[in-house]
């Protein structure tokens, strides 16, 4: 059609040749319009199919010289490797250190046990026992030599007062340190804790344990005028000897006593260096 057109066209219309092409071109827009609707379509249509393929080219040109593969990557993640890499590291890192403080901790353990192995064991002593005031020390008791009177009740009652009791003697040393502590006189008496209140002959410790063997005198206990309760005598006679110095007496009568406490040494723990 296209052709037809032309030859058509060419068949009324004188073409000129020459040097002018100002005029040439004028002429030429002058038939293009004077073609008809037909021939300025065909020329649009050319011309945007030009565009176009310019463009295919332009866009085809650029991917090409896009760096593929080696290239260098988008920034976000350049940056997620380089959080990665940190990571790792830091993980690294922790892990070492846990092995360095795990190898110390088990180098201390050792050496405590070897210290704990190797300890000497604790001294223990045991602090002086110390009597009250007017109260006198022997073995690990304390006790008073009264200088009031009581009868052999009141004289419990008081003694158990002050966290004792009447005195209870089972030894000879015993006896004789209480003895000697007593003063010199025409008939001095002192109330200790012997008793066959409950059963006659039945002579019994103010704890309720019998009494075996004992330090009488020569014919006592004698029970002369219902004597239940013992005491001792110290005379000025030097014949006396402490180890035969019980008597029994009634225990309504007033007679100083002695009292006893036994006492419990504290400890002390030192540790050795």
Not at 95 to 111: C, P, S
Not at 146 to 153: A, F, G, I, L, T
Not at 223 to 238: A, F, P, Q, S, W
Request: proline letters at 5%.
């Amino acid at each position: 059609m296209y052709s037809k057109l032309i030859d058509t066209e060419a068949g009324h219309e004188e073409v000129h040749h020459g040097p002018d092409v100002g005029h040439s071109a004028v002429g030429l827009i002058q038939r293009l319009s004077a073609a008809g609707p037909y021939r300025l379509a065909t020329i649009c249509l050319a011309a945007l199919c030009a565009i176009l393929l310019i463009s295919i080219i332009a866009v085809t040109a650029q991917y090409k010289n896009k760096p593929q593969g080696g290239g260098e990557a988008p920034l976000w993640k350049q940056t997620q490797e380089v959080n990665v890499s940190t990571l790792t590291a830091t993980i690294n890192q922790l892990k070492q250190e846990k092995e360095r403080l795990q190898k110390e901790r088990d180098y201390l353990q050792a050496k405590l046990a070897a210290k704990v192995a190797t300890k000497a064991p604790a001294v223990v002593t045991l602090a002086p026992i110390t009597c009250p005031n007017d109260w006198h020390l022997f073995n690990n008791s304390c006790y008073l030599i009264s200088r009031n009177s009581r009868d052999w009740p009141e004289s419990k009652s008081f003694c158990e007062s002050q966290g004792a009791h009447l005195a209870i003697i089972h030894t000879a040393e015993e006896q004789t340190f209480l003895w000697n502590l007593l003063p010199r006189g025409h008939w001095n008496s002192y109330w200790f804790g012997i008793t066959d209140g409950e059963t006659e002959d039945e002579w019994k410790w103010v704890d309720g344990t019998p009494v075996i063997g004992g330090f009488w005198e020569v014919g006592e206990p004698n029970n002369h005028i219902n004597e239940d309760c013992g005491y001792i005598v110290k005379t000025r006679v030097l014949e006396r000897v402490p180890i035969r110095s019980w008597y029994d007496a009634p225990c309504h009568m007033y007679l100083p006593f002695i009292c006893e406490k036994e006492m419990v040494a504290s400890a002390s723990t030192a540790m050795p260096h």
